[in-house]
């Protein structure tokens, strides 16, 4: 009878072993370089871009200038934006609790007005080009999109995180 | 029983004197904390007005560029005492120095230093485009300050007010540095013979033209806003450099072939002053057929460049009012950069002589003075002869 009970409970232990792995088990981000990568591509439109990114050295620091939400909540992220200081931006942050998505969302909408308030001082020309902005939530993602062509580049994104 | 009432007493007694004791002890740590709070809030009232209050120096503008004094080294150039100023300082006062060596002459009146500066600073400087730029280069940090602006010769709008200020100060000009609500732009402010005038070298450089050069509150009003409570008034017309283009003109007629004079001559900003009476119906058909030029010039091509409105308004002027209107004028590089100069001069010829075509195909056709092609079918219920009757006309 000893027997069977220790079975049972080695077996009911194993079990509970088995399903907190499960539950433990990290988050999987998609490729953010072909993220980047296919969004960059999606349009022809876009000028000269540079890229910051969670790959970077100083990445925390870089993050900073798009958004103030706490380095420790995110995941990965990526910065493209125009060199010649036009209107253009992509930004995408995967954070690491879906709840922190919100968050996120905020600090780029932070930056989207701030953007706004600096074209309309210096660069009133573009700064029309910035009311197009999307700013959306996907999961865990939250993506930021300046340019002309903004429809097909969301669709890149898209496409890339349903893949996931 | 007696023992027992006692102790009941005794108790009674001792419950009491505990509950108005817990009583005292309650009302006391309430006021007690009562007194932290209120305190508390008085503390975050006296933050929260420190916040408010507006400053000249120590002020963030576009979240990034500090607005920062440069008095010593102002107070160095004019007692000749070096002593207390960094490497840095010194290079700044070494690089200001030479400029104003070059650039002032003996004998000058505190306007023409002003003119000077403004002249050097428009044909010498330029934008450091790294404000826009979403993650700027490092070294763009330099370009709010003299140190980086004088040596880098790249400015943000802080770095061309705080240099501006900082050659008026040492020449003994007194100068602020003012910043818009927003906290998004600054610009200065300079006092010539008692007034105050706004001169913001930021929105010209590059052309030098004047037309953010020694304005009065009520033109720059119509560009910005700023804590007027804070800053002195600037109402004086007297040393804006569209006062040197006052023009005069006694009906509406007149206005477009003044407006196309003055552009030609390189006037942008000028004042019209009527010698007709001016009441109030007056001055908004002024507007109307300023609003009509700007609409014409700012369709007409002319290769590289091009025109617009920058501002209008009528000021009190003498006893009357003058009014003030400034223009935009704008040299672009060619896109053509594939073209050699013969090609571009034939080009712009025939792209010219095109476009004089469209135009009179719209304003000299009599029948169609609205640019719409009308649409038959809905005019009239006329017959299918009836058109073909039209067209047989029409080719005719």
Not at chain 2, 10 to 24: F, H, Q
């Amino acid at each position: 009878m000893k027997k069977i009970i220790a079975a049972f409970i080695l077996v009911l232990t194993m079990a509970a072993l088995t399903g907190c792995g499960e539950k433990t088990e990290e988050v999987k981000d998609v490729n953010f370089y072909d993220l980047r990568t296919a969004m960059l591509n999606a349009t022809t439109k876009l000028p000269e871009m540079q890229t910051a990114s969670s790959a970077d050295d100083n990445a925390s620091e870089l993050l900073a200038y798009v958004s103030d939400i706490d380095y420790e909540k995110v995941s990965n992220f990526f910065v493209s934006y125009s060199k010649e200081g036009l209107a253009d931006e992509i930004v995408v942050i995967s954070v690491k609790d879906e709840a922190d998505a919100k968050e996120a969302k905020e600090s780029l909408q932070k930056h989207l007005d701030h953007r706004k308030n600096l074209f309309a001082n210096y660069a009133v020309e573009e700064a029309a080009r910035l009311e197009n902005a999307v700013i959306k939530v996907s999961g865990r993602y939250v993506v930021l999109i300046i340019a002309d062509e903004y429809t097909q580049i969301e669709r890149a994104f898209d496409d890339m995180i349903k893949e996931n | 029983m007696k023992k027992t009432g006692i102790v009941c007493l005794i108790l009674a007694i001792v419950i009491m004197i505990g509950g108005v004791a817990t009583s005292i002890k309650f009302a006391y740590s309430s006021f007690n904390e009562m007194k932290n709070i209120t305190a508390y809030i008085e503390e975050q009232k006296k933050l929260k007005a420190e916040e408010g209050i507006t400053k000249e120096n120590d002020v963030k503008i576009a979240g990034s560029y500090e607005i920062k004094s440069t008095e010593d080294i102002s107070d160095a150039y004019k007692s000749g005492d070096t002593s207390k100023l960094n490497d840095k300082q010194k290079e700044t006062l070494d690089m200001a120095s030479d400029i104003l060596k070059e650039i002032i002459t003996d004998g000058m009146s505190e306007y023409e230093k002003e003119t000077a500066v403004y002249d050097w600073m428009c044909k010498n400087l330029a934008h450091d485009s790294n404000l826009l730029v979403v993650i700027p280069a490092s070294s763009s940090q330099e370009s709010d300050n003299p140190y980086g602006v004088l040596k880098y010769h790249n400015a943000v709008c802080v770095g061309y007010a705080t240099t501006f200020r900082l050659f008026m100060q040492m020449m003994d000009i007194e100068c602020m540095v003012v910043h818009n609500t927003e906290c998004y732009h600054s610009w200065d402010l300079i006092n010539l013979d008692g007034d105050w005038y706004h001169t913001d070298i930021y929105s010209d450089v590059g052309r030098g033209d004047y037309s953010h050069f020694n304005l009065c509150d009520a033109i720059r009003g119509q560009q910005e806003s700023w804590d007027t409570e804070f800053f002195p008034h600037a109402n004086s017309l007297k040393y804006n450099k569209a006062m040197d283009n006052m023009c005069e003109a006694s009906s509406l007629e007149e206005l477009p072939g003044l407006y196309t004079q003055n552009l030609m001559d390189k006037k942008y900003s000028f004042f019209v002053k009527f010698t007709c009476p001016v009441d109030e119906e007056f001055a908004r058909r002024v507007q109307a057929v300023t609003g009509m030029y700007n609409s014409a010039i700012d369709s007409m091509y002319i290769p590289d460049q091009g025109f617009w409105l920058q501002n209008q308004i009528w000021l009190p002027y003498e006893n009357g009012y003058v009014f003030w209107i400034s223009f935009y004028h704008y040299g672009e590089e060619s896109e053509a950069e594939y073209l050699t100069d013969e090609e571009k001069e034939q080009l712009n010829e025939t792209i010219q002589e095109v476009i004089n075509q469209l135009y009179d195909s719209f304003y000299n056709d009599p029948g169609d003075d609205d640019g719409y092609v009308e649409d038959d079918s809905t005019e009239d219920d006329s017959t299918e002869d009836d058109s073909t009757e039209d067209d047989s006309d029409d080719e005719e």
